[in-house]
């Protein structure tokens, strides 16, 4: 619980109203009753603020409620996710090893980490300190984990690996894993062993069973800030830059490098050896086949421009009709020319 | 092991021939040998009879085969799967809490119920009569899940979320990981914690290695009976039917409802925010990029009708030819129009 | 270490230059240093010679680069991978089973295999000689490994199921998991119990978080040498033959049958029933709906040949304009049409 002035500066904004009101919780707008705070950052939702039952209201600057506690602030979504923290996320609380997790014994454990019953940690892993290892966390020998970092159940870090300070894996994640190498050697495949590594630079975030293969030589980069939803994969050697976005079930092919504040939808695809610029959007099951040029909104396989291809899209059902049509078009044609040649 | 006629009476059908006959096992038509029954629901499939060397049939009414032994009833593959359950699959024996199972003093877990080695229950876990955590599988705190449950190994059930009866969890399930939300904040993303919760209801079933995250507020909600498979992503606060089939690979984005009896193809999506009725068929690689309303068979990306898409599709590949016959037609035009100017 | 002339040895290969040089480590051609070997194999980066700090190159025959030490034989990436093998992956040490792991006591476990902390292994279950099952692998009743297999951490075997020699399992592969089979009764769905069981032939490979469903009747069967990447769905009774790829988040629906050699691109999929021939490529996204036959290359959905795909995705974002200009073309067909009526 906390007064709707403590949150106000919490954020950096003002108080419209009644300043030592006691917000207990956050809830959405159509849910939200006495005591909870709930925002609105989008302007066509301004219209349900009247009916709205929340105690306060987080709106952006200009917003006019008569009647209602506002706290007014430039960001008002973003203000909301740190009130939520604020008021809704426990503080960890560090326990140390605790009984039935298995520790190699050169592996250092920060005191004020939490390894789970099911972990194993292997020779020469370091955790740092606030980091949490939930149940069936498997770190193999020579993996670091920095600070603060929380690693969910089931979560595999292989061999060397490196995670930064803050790093968040969701549960069943794999770092790590061999890259997908083969030499064709006649009829069958020789496995090229993958012998580089995973680095995971600070705050990236990675969604359940989404995997990041290691190197075959040298890295696979993940760079600060970088979140990656579920079931995506990160083949071996990509370079994935500073605060991207990959929704879910997206996937990068081996060996490309991706620049900085790129965001790719769901199911999208890069294929390998490629190289993508800053500030690239791909749209939902986009695919990128060649290089990428920076700050472009692309979509569709091959990429095209986002509203070509909903144009494109768009015509796609016609194609049949326009088929036909043509085939018309043809007759018409060869009758006028018939009549032409007669005349 | 049963007489023929003990199957007939559990699958509500009538025996033509030797009521009496011993039937071992169930096997597919073109190897069911003596002793075996099996079935017959496809009509195409009906000239295989006559060589058929299993000791008794299941067919729909109307069937005539001499000299064959029959099971005689409406729904001959519904009857197939129930006569498989009963003949093959063994009860399953409950053990109680095995040694090496790590379960919190304030969990309950019913006596007549399984808990594997490698289990890991946290604080205010309930585990109901009948249920089976197969080795590995972790829930975290306040976890309830229902009677008669099979949590297979290695699936996690994170903090707070509901399982009703009769859940099935294929092995590395993962549900109520954070949904992917995040507020931009400048250059980088301030994580929006997910404080909210999954709920599963009755006899849903989740595939392997499949996720479903939990809500920002509120929850994310399968409904009774909704069978998923491997591979599938349901992003945070979507509401999903009763009695919906969701392909392997396919996904729906974040909030998006979707109605009773929906079958989804492999690979298809559902954009985020989007209503989908009642009796939706998606097909495979399908992508929902607005709302779509009950009772319609769709594929491509964009939606449209089946057919129509297998018509725009199999128009693809002639594009190249078209647009070059095109051009051909506009010299012709060229050519009559110039011919008639000068006319 | 080695010898310049034990490594050529190793790949049956000829030294020119320097045969005794000693040899540490493999690099790519950009990073390598002074004591590493580096390879060229495709012939573009030839150029890349004169400039490399590289102790020894391999090289395939013909290739002229006078002071540069080299190996030349017929296979230059084969042979890096083979050398690479040589001098940087350590031998395993087998640990027999360790503490903290929990073998059922009708489990035959080979003493010169290693059993990490967090295993679970049901009855009957047999462990070969030179295998390693890293933390948390759980081997359900009857499963039955192989001799010199990698079950990496979190991967789940379920009951019956049977992997030859030197199979590879990267985390968190699920083998065994119930397909996805239901039978409609009236509103809701009857589970088809899925009694068969998993086949893993000898060298095959399966990347994490993938999944391969065990059969509904009889077996799914991965043939020898198969190679399959990250987030992969084989479903029921699959029957994948040798020496094939599947690259990352690819599927294949129930009952297909895929023949010898094939290589189907990331996100490819292939329908259920069907069967598809031997030498069969299918590009990245690809979809098969009907059978294939040997020998071709194809990408689309449907699929086309590969050039033929190439050339209509090319079309693809000239549809509008396309449809543009053939309402202009209706114009002046009408214009003429009237002008030639009037005449």
Redesign the interface.
């Given at each position: 619980m906390a007064k709707l002035k403590q949150l106000a500066e919490l954020v950096g904004g003002d108080v419209i109203g009644d300043a030592d009101l006691d917000i207990c919780r956050?809830?959405?707008i159509d849910?939200a009753q006495s005591g909870d705070i709930t925002f609105v950052s989008n302007p066509k939702y301004l219209g349900m603020l009247s009916a709205c039952k929340a105690s306060a209201v987080i709106v952006a600057p200009g917003v006019d409620a008569p009647g209602v506690n506002l706290i007014v602030c430039n960001?008002p979504?973003?203000a909301?996710?740190?009130i939520?923290?604020f008021l809704?996320?426990p503080e960890r609380v560090m326990r140390g090893v605790m009984?039935?997790a298995?520790v190699a014994e050169s592996a250092v454990v920060d005191k004020a980490a939490t390894v789970?019953?099911?972990c194993?940690l292997g020779e020469n892993v370091s955790v740092g300190s606030g980091t949490t290892l939930?149940?069936?966390v498997?770190l193999?020998d020579d993996v670091s984990v920095g600070n603060d970092c929380i690693l969910?159940?089931?979560s595999?870090v292989?061999e060397g690996c490196q995670l930064g300070d803050r790093v968040?894996l969701?549960?069943?994640v794999?770092i790590g894993?061999?890259g997908?190498g083969?030499?064709?050697?006649g009829?069958?495949?020789?496995?090229?062993?993958q012998?580089g590594i995973v680095v995971l630079e600070d705050?990236v975030?990675i969604?359940?069973?989404?995997?990041v293969?290691r190197a075959a030589?040298?890295e696979t980069r993940v760079r600060r800030?970088t979140?990656i939803?579920?079931?995506v994969?990160i083949?071996h050697n990509v370079d994935l830059g500073e605060?991207c976005?990959l929704?879910?079930?997206s996937?990068i092919?081996g060996s490309s490098k991706i620049g900085n504040?790129c965001t790719f939808g769901?199911?999208a695809?890069i294929?390998g050896h490629l190289t993508v610029g800053d500030n690239v959007m791909i749209g939902?099951?986009g695919?990128a086949t060649n290089d990428v040029e920076s700050n472009q909104i692309l979509s569709?396989?091959?990429l095209?421009p986002h509203k070509?291809?909903l144009?494109?899209?768009?015509?796609?059902?016609?194609?049949?009709e326009?088929?036909k049509?043509?085939k018309q078009?043809?007759k018409?044609?060869e009758e006028?020319?018939t009549?032409?040649k007669e005349?």
């Open positions: 956050v809830a959405p849910q960001n979504y973003l909301f996710a740190r939520l923290t809704q996320v009984a039935g298995s789970y019953p099911g194993v939930y149940p069936g498997v193999y969910h159940a089931q595999v292989r968040i969701q549960p069943a794999v894993s061999d997908f083969f030499a064709p050697d009829q069958s495949y020789y496995k090229i062993p012998v705050d975030e969604g359940s069973n989404s995997c293969d030589l040298g800030g979140k939803d579920n079931l994969q083949a605060d976005i929704v879910s079930q996937g092919a504040h769901g199911q695809a294929a939902a099951r695919g569709g396989l091959p095209m070509q291809w144009r494109a899209t768009m015509t796609l059902p016609k194609l049949p326009m088929r049509e043509m078009m043809q018409r044609l006028l020319e009549l032409l005349k």
